[in-house]
């Protein structure tokens, strides 16, 4: 039985900031962000999205109907959680207004955790057919303002409907992981902000991925010509980058020049964005199928997923007949369509974040999302749906 990624809907807040000025205002060469860290807008989080609205309007893109009836287990994937009891996955599935008749909950392990939600799905299909699982990664990159990690800030959410037979991707049953308690990236719970080892996370990030690479390999026999493309987490997309050069060193330059040209088909819309934690590799994907013109049915995908602190793994797909045909197209329209803020107007909103107030009301009406954060009353999250 096929098993894998039947849909995915990506969703970020309305509001960006363009890199280069951010660059200015820093007193920094604007290539160090455009081409140093490789990103050039930088998604704008206001205070009436978290993690709850953000996965929410991910998944309302492109649930039907027939999903929501099919649908039993809700995993989100989070390090931006609201409650540290309650589940991401409660607020949302109620919101969606799917059944109650559905395990819900929430898994944590930096931007590793959704790759382990992919995979328990996966499992929970296996053992019942009939139903489908819905999986989100949704996330608020914050290191704080004037940080050496402002520039790899960011936020949104990706959700996926696993599914057997599905329209997208299935899942190939051999996968690679290896996990290490490494303090190269943190977030206390008295925090708000991350804390980060920068270098240190780049090149722990470069070594669990040659570690799980290899493995793979090792394991399944295939080679690097077996892959019509290789995915990567990007935290920043200079960094799945590195990654892949790291896989076609001494590769001959012709070959290698197909993986780079996928790469850049698949940093797209992460450029535009910024961070999504848990959700990076997997807009990475989307934005790979939405704007290659060279894969087809069939093709093998590499997925590289990192979460610091650490955890590797890495898996494969293969993409379904008529893939293209199943995606909605609507991320490049929703990209466009965000307004621009000012330095200070980021500076602003970044500082208005809700936090544990006891009783706060937000203003909902510039926030078109269809989902939105309206307050809180007794230390309970007012949600809305418009």
Known sequence: MKIGIDKIGFFTPHLYVDMAKLAQARNEDPNKYLIGIGQNKMAV???TQDAV???ANAAAKVLTVEDKEAIDLVIVATESGVDNSKSTAAYVSELLGLSHEIRTIELKQACYAATAGLQLAKGHIALAPDKKALVIGSDIARYGLKTPGEPTQG???VAMLVSKDPKLVTLEAESAYYAKDVMDFWRPLSQTEAKVDGKFSANIYLEFFEKVYQDYLAKTGLKLTDFSALLFHLPYTKQGLKGLRKALEGVDPTVASHY??????????NMATG????????????????NTDTLKAGDRLGLFSYGSGAQGEFFSGRLQPNYKEALTYQTSEMLEMRAEVSVAEYEQIFSAILTDDHDRKLDISKDPAQFVLAGIKDFKRQYLKK
Do not use: D, H
């Open 53 to 55: 609205t953000l996965a």
């Open 155 to 157: 936020g949104g959410a």
């Open 260 to 269: 780079y040209n996928e790469f850049e088909a698949s940093r797209k819309y």
């Open 275 to 290: 961070n999504l934690y848990t959700g990076s590799l997997y807009l990475s994907l989307l934005s790979l199928l939405e």
């Open 45 to 47: 989080i206001p205070p």
